[in-house]
């Protein structure tokens, strides 16, 4: 089968395809036929040697994808072949990755896809909304009635982020960079839409708040935005840092009087239970429409490396996906 592959950390320019042997499901395994994998930033980290958790070489990229059951190794009950799923991880072998024509899975990490959406959203579903799940509601604790600014809202994580507080009920204000930005995320249901590249941003926030503040903040940014993250807080409002690409300088004061918090992520610490919950809620909302994977653009699989180039570039719209 055709895949691609990592032979030594660099660049996106390390990313090949190339022939290597067939995967096979083993025991509680399932072997999916990849139709689109999802490419996320972490995917650039661990090809680029930067992230902490660094595979070794070489190594087949990705763990979002959907496809189609092939087959099914001993012990997997529930699944047969011809199944649409999609699934968000892969097993550990040398060939699993989910940048490849096949990949073989824990059976844990497969999940229906609805009739109702391509493989392509498939691909969009597994880090993005998980990692969204996660900000809202196993850190930041967000609650229906609260107010949450998605800093950043039209990238994966962010549509996602909009469409679960707005199925819980909560008020949703979102910025973008972008006049697609913003209007794509006005269309996934934010309340109120702000250019995050103008410096009136900040002073239009409050005044939609009548200075009150917002209770939850998800930071896509936090390099840049921290600070200004903590002037936006309510009393006892949260800030959840699901992205940041170096150090910032931030006045804690501002944090004191309001009983602020920041809190960090990673679903590295998200257990086998809590993820298997957050699938089924996924799975739920998938089904009935209330949540709907956004797909900005589509790329063949031998062209990961420029994938990986679009990934990191500013004025995010949708996932970035790689069709196999």
Known sequence: MKAIRVHETGGPEVLTLEEIPNPSAGAEEVLVRVR?????????????????????????????????????????????????????????????????????????????????????????????YTTAHRALFGRAQSRAGETVLVHGGSGGVGIAAIQLARAHGMTVFATAGTESGLALIRAQGAS???????????????????????????????????????????????????????????????????????????????????????HAELVAGLGDGTLKPVVGREFPLDQASAAHRAVMEPGAFGKIVLVA
């Open 192 to 278: 109120r839409v702000f250019d995050h590249t103008l410096s009136s941003y900040v002073a239009e926030i409050l005044s939609a708040t009548n200075a009150h503040g917002v209770d939850v903040i998800i930071e896509m940014l936090a390099n840049v935005n921290l600070d200004k993250d903590l002037g936006l807080l309510a009393l006892r409002g949260r800030v959840v840092v699901v992205g940041n690409r170096g150090r910032v300088e931030i006045d804690a004061r501002q944090t004191m009087g309001k009983d602020a918090a920041v809190l960090g992520m990673t679903l590295a610490n998200v257990s086998s239970l809590d993820m298997a919950q957050i």
């Open 36 to 128: 689109a994998a999802g490419v996320n930033p972490v995917d650039t980290y661990m090809r680029s040697g930067t992230q902490g958790r660094k595979p070794a070489l070489p190594y087949t990229p990705g763990t979002d994808g959907a496809g189609v059951i092939e087959a099914v190794g001993e012990g997997v009950d529930g699944w047969a072949s011809g199944d649409r799923v999609y699934f968000s991880g892969t097993t550990s072998g040398a060939y699993s990755g989910a940048y490849a024509e096949e990949a073989v899975c824990r059976a844990h990490e497969v999940h229906p896809l609805a009739q109702s959406l391509s493989f392509a959203q498939g691909a969009a579903i597994g880090v993005p």
